[in-house]
């Protein structure tokens, strides 16, 4: 069963909104802190934006700060990511991650497949 399960992924124009899913199941959901993580063609994974188990606490990187709202449900077991004016270098595979308590990136225990978004100009 796979953990992590990303929806919601399109190509779109700049300036344009997409909204990202993710359904978890096989875990307490509600005990982990919730990540988006990205990975541009060519380029090393970036941490995107970190939600608290609770969902009382986010934190954004700056490239996104202002333009995404991380969210989650417990009551759905379901992570999202509201990507608003969204920019062509915002293009990138974006994975969702689960870690009991703060992690690195890159070493989050649990990992979605990743799904892809493109931004064209």
């Known amino acids: 069963q796979v953990p992590l399960v990303e929806s919601g992924g399109d190509s779109v124009q700049a300036g344009g909104s997409l909204r990202l899913s993710c359904a978890a199941s096989?875990?307490?959901?509600?005990?982990?802190?919730m990540y988006w993580v990205r990975q541009a063609p060519g380029k090393g994974l970036e941490w995107v934006s970190s939600i608290a188990s609770g969902g009382g606490s986010t934190y954004y990187a700056d490239s996104v700060k202002g333009r995404f709202t991380i969210s989650r449900d417990n009551a759905k077991n379901t992570l999202y990511l509201q990507m608003n004016s969204l920019k062509p270098e915002d293009t990138a595979v974006y994975y969702c991650a689960a870690n009991y308590g703060l992690g690195v990136c890159g070493a989050f225990q649990y990992w979605g497949q990743g799904i892809q978004v493109t931004v064209s100009s």
């Open positions: 096989g875990f307490t959901f509600s005990a982990y802190w």
